[in-house]
T-cell receptor
Framework: NAGVTQTPKFQVLKTGQSMTLQCAQD?????MYWYRQDPGMGLRLIYY???????DKGEVPNGYNVSRLNKREFSLRLESAAPSQTSVYFC???????????FGQGTRLTVV | GQQLNQSPQSMFIQEGEDVSMNCTSS?????WLWYKQEPGEGPVLLIA?????ELTSNGRLTAQFGITRKDSFLNISASIPSDVGIYFC???????????FGAGTTVTVRA
C-alpha cells in the first residue's frame, strides 16, 4: 500500500531553472496539498486542491504553480527557482470532509 | 494560516520518563491532530481529536483536546529510544480543508 508517493526525493537546481515535483496518491482521496518545511517553522501550506478540478492558494503560494492532473495526481511547479525556495516539500492527501492528512516522504530541494 | 505555539521547542528525556508537550492557538479549532516525523520521512498521524475535552490514547501516547478549543496536549509515557523524532501539532476547522501546524517539538531520548 503506497499511500502518497513523491518524486524526486532529492533535487538540486540552479537559480532560474524550472522543475515540477510530482505527487500521486492511491487512497482515492479527494483533497491534496503541497506544504514546505523549513527549520523551526513547521509546515506551511503552498497550494491545495479540495477536489479534482479545483486548486487554491495556501499561506505561501508565491513562486509556485500547481496542477491537479486527475484525482490521483497533484504536481507542484517552480517556474524560476530561487534560493529562498530551498526547502523540503511534502505532498499530502485527505478524504472528503476530513482534515486528517496523510503525507508523502518529501522532496528535498536545494537551489544554488 | 493560524499561528500555533508549540512548546517546548526541544527536549532531552531519559528512557522510561513520562513527558508532555503542548500547543496553543489564539483562535479556536474543531480538530486537533498530532503527528510524528522521523528523519528523512514525512509526518505520520498519531492521534486525531474532534471534541473539546476529548482524551484519546494510542498505545503510550495520550492527547487531549483543550476545553477552550484553543489548545491541545500530548503525553508520552515510559519513553523508549524509538520515540525520538519531531512531534507536530496541527489544528483544523470543519469547514476548511487546511491545517495549521506548530513548529514542532524535537524529542531526543537518552538511553
Amino acid at each position: 500500500n503506497a499511500g502518497v508517493t513523491q518524486t524526486p526525493k532529492f533535487q538540486v537546481l540552479k537559480t532560474g531553472q524550472s522543475m515540477t515535483l510530482q505527487c500521486a496518491q492511491d487512497m482515492n482521496h479527494n483533497s491534496m496539498y503541497w506544504y514546505r518545511q523549513d527549520p523551526g517553522m513547521g509546515l506551511r501550506l503552498i497550494y491545495y486542491s479540495a477536489s479534482e478540478g479545483t486548486t487554491d492558494k495556501g499561506e505561501v503560494p508565491n513562486g509556485y504553480n500547481v496542477s491537479r492532473l486527475n484525482k490521483r495526481e497533484f504536481s507542484l511547479r517552480l517556474e524560476s527557482a530561487a534560493p529562498s525556495q530551498t526547502s523540503v516539500y511534502f505532498c499530502a492527501s485527505s478524504d472528503q470532509g476530513s482534515t486528517e492528512a496523510f503525507f508523502g516522504q518529501g522532496t528535498r530541494l536545494t537551489v544554488v | 494560516g493560524q499561528q500555533l505555539n508549540q512548546s517546548p521547542q526541544s527536549m532531552f528525556i531519559q528512557e522510561g520518563e513520562d513527558v508532555s508537550m503542548n500547543c496553543t492557538s489564539s483562535s479556536i479549532f474543531n480538530t486537533w491532530l498530532w503527528y510524528k516525523q522521523e528523519p528523512g520521512e514525512g509526518p505520520v498521524l498519531l492521534i486525531a481529536l474532534y471534541k473539546a475535552g476529548e482524551l484519546t490514547s494510542n498505545g503510550r501516547l495520550t492527547a487531549q483536546f483543550g476545553i477552550t478549543r484553543k489548545d491541545s496536549f500530548l503525553n508520552i509515557s515510559a519513553s523508549i529510544p524509538s520515540d525520538v523524532g519531531i512531534y507536530f501539532c496541527a489544528g483544523g476547522l470543519s469547514n476548511d480543508y487546511k491545517l495549521s501546524f506548530g513548529a514542532g517539538t524535537t524529542v531526543t531520548v537518552r538511553a
